[in-house]
T-cell receptor, first 116, second 113 residues
């Protein structure tokens, strides 16, 4: 069973370009989370999605950032008109349908975005 | 709001030394508590967890006990190895099921032979 797959692992964009980060959850997982890790900081929650639905986007910047998890295909985190401050590691996690209590989230290896 | 505070690193130890990484939290309700480990260039891996007061999570020689009275979840290991060198993150989740994790800033551990 493959783990959470993120691609690309490294992404370089010039200021003003768009960045698209992809995340394929573990097989059988229907919940996806995106986190951002700024240099020398912990991870910060961005958004929680289920198939075709955004459940909680309280951590998403109000502008330029969007996320989707379509019925088919990976989850996409999209950053429009990137700025230097967007440079960070973006991690995706997935978890299975809950059966009561807490279920574990499994993390991908992350995409390291560098804006030049 | 919910928050996690960890001791600042780096923590530098010799092999076979005793490890403690302090973690305290602030949360409404009764959170679940976690320790994650991040090896260089890798994603986060769940190391251990505890879901209620006085629970002890353990894995690979690491332990942490959920202390509600001191709102703490300190990570300990009796004898560290060079391969334990990594960044350790303490985290909490307050929503049942929904894994919206609140992370500390991480503590880098460096173990020398």
């Amino acid at each position: 069973n493959a783990g959470v797959m993120q691609n690309p692992r490294h992404l370089v964009r010039r200021r003003g370009q768009e960045a698209r980060l992809r995340c394929s959850p573990m097989k059988g997982h229907s919940h996806v989370y995106w986190y951002r890790q700024l240099p020398e900081e912990g991870l910060k929650f961005m958004v929680y999605l289920q198939k075709e639905n955004i459940i909680d986007e309280s951590g998403m910047p109000k502008e330029r950032f969007s996320a989707e998890f379509p019925k088919e295909g990976p989850s996409i985190l999209r950053i429009q008109q990137v700025v230097r401050g967007d440079s960070a590691a973006y991690f995706c996690a997935s978890s299975p349908t809950f059966t009561g209590g807490q279920s574990e989230a499994f993390f991908g290896q992350g995409t390291r975005l560098t804006v030049v | 709001g919910n928050s996690v505070t960890q001791m600042e690193g780096p923590v530098t130890l010799s092999e076979e030394a005793f490890l403690t990484i302090n973690c305290t939290y602030t949360a409404t309700g009764y959170p679940s508590l976690f320790w994650y480990v991040q090896y260089p260039g890798e994603g986060l891996q769940l190391l251990l967890k505890a879901t209620k007061a006085d629970d002890k999570g353990s894995n690979k020689g690491f332990e942490a006990t959920y202390r509600k009275e001191t709102t703490s979840f300190h990570l300990e290991k009796g004898s560290v190895q060079v391969s334990d060198s990594a960044v350790y993150f303490c985290a909490l989740a307050t929503n049942t099921g929904f894994q919206k994790l609140v992370f500390g800033t991480g503590t880098r551990l460096l173990v020398s032979p």
